[in-house]
């Protein structure tokens, strides 16, 4: 039988305001999350036993058994595959990496058995609900709340300048744990009034993962030099995005970072 393919978006929080703290340590979210056209690649097809293979150019460091998320997902969902995991982005990122490949393998494991995930998706991890939704939705309590949204498509550049961030160390440096949630967005759908918003918005985990990892800064930075209309950390980093008028000034910013930073991964693509 031939293996189902799935594919696993790169998870961009546009805004990520951290509203409180539960007394089990989990923080409370208020976030706009989005997907991008640059993500990972999943092969699954039933098998006697488990296994896993990690190929692609971000293969390097990625557990290849009961570690990966890929894995422990198939084991939530209740039956044996062998999966290949083509893996594009980088881990450890603040794009939910991890989330977005064990979601993918969710729905494949939904395709080739003909019947929904019954188990609790918030289990696997924070940001797997809304990666098993892969829409552009608003993501509230740690995780398990979301709200499917339409949002004008942005083209935009990722940039990730290859350290990996853990987390839990970001959010242990978070001074601040009560801050505001997002005000309404426009309802428009006009990409203008969406970014004049967005500008008020923000990340609240960007500086204590900028304390944890100086070069975010740096990548910022970089960003704002190229043009770009806004420029942000996605969750909790370091992976940055920068928000530009159209794909061809997306396309040109990429290059010049590329240019001046060729050890950093870099990406035009657009955020839906
Ligand atoms: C911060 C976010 C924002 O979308 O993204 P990433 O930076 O991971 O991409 C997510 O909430 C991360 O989701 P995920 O990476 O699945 O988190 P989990 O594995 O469940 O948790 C990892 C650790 O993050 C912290 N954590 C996570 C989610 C949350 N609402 N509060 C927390 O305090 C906890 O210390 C937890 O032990
Ligand atoms: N499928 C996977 N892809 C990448 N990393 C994974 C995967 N499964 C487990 N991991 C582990 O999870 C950690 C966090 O990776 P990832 O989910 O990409 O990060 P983030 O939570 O910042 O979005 C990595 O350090 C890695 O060891």
Redesign the pocket.
């Given at each position: 039988m031939a293996p189902t393919e799935a594919f696993a978006p790169a998870?961009i929080?546009l805004t990520?305001h951290?509203t409180g703290?539960?007394a089990d340590?989990?923080?409370?979210?208020d976030?706009l999350?989005v997907f991008a056209g640059v993500g990972d690649v999943l092969r699954v097809a039933p098998a006697d036993e488990m296994s896993l293979r990690v190929t692609g150019p971000m293969a390097a460091g990625v557990p290849e058994d009961a570690r990966n998320l890929c894995w422990k997902a198939a084991e939530a969902f209740g039956a044996p595959v062998r999966i290949e995991l083509e893996k594009h982005l980088p881990a450890a990122?603040?794009?939910?990496?991890?989330?977005s490949d064990a979601a993918a393998v969710l729905r494949a494991m939904e395709t080739i058995y003909g019947r929904p995930f019954s188990g609790d998706a918030?289990r696997?991890?924070?940001?797997?609900p809304?990666c098993l939704l892969a829409h552009a939705a608003r993501?509230s309590?740690?995780?398990e709340q979301v709200l499917p949204l339409s949002q004008p498509p942005m083209d935009a550049v990722l940039v990730n300048p290859g350290v990996a961030?853990s987390?839990?160390a970001?959010?242990?440096a978070l001074r601040s744990r009560d801050n505001p949630p997002m005000t309404d967005w426009p309802l428009d759908g006009r990409s203008d009034s969406t970014l004049a918003w967005l500008r008020t918005m923000r990340n609240d985990?960007e500086p204590p993962a900028i304390g944890v990892q100086p070069v975010i800064g740096r990548v910022l930075t970089a960003l704002d030099e190229e043009g770009a209309d806004l420029a942000r950390m996605?969750?909790?980093?370091a992976t940055c995005f920068g928000l530009f008028p159209d794909g061809s000034a997306a396309t040109a910013a990429a290059a010049g970072l590329r240019a001046a930073h060729p050890d950093w991964w870099v990406v035009a693509t657009t955020l839906t």
């Open positions: 998870k929080n990520l951290v703290q539960r340590g989990y923080h409370l979210l976030s999350v990122a603040g794009i939910g990496g991890g989330s918030l696997l991890g924070a940001d797997v809304v993501m309590g740690i995780g961030v987390t839990p970001v959010f242990k985990l996605s969750g909790s980093g």
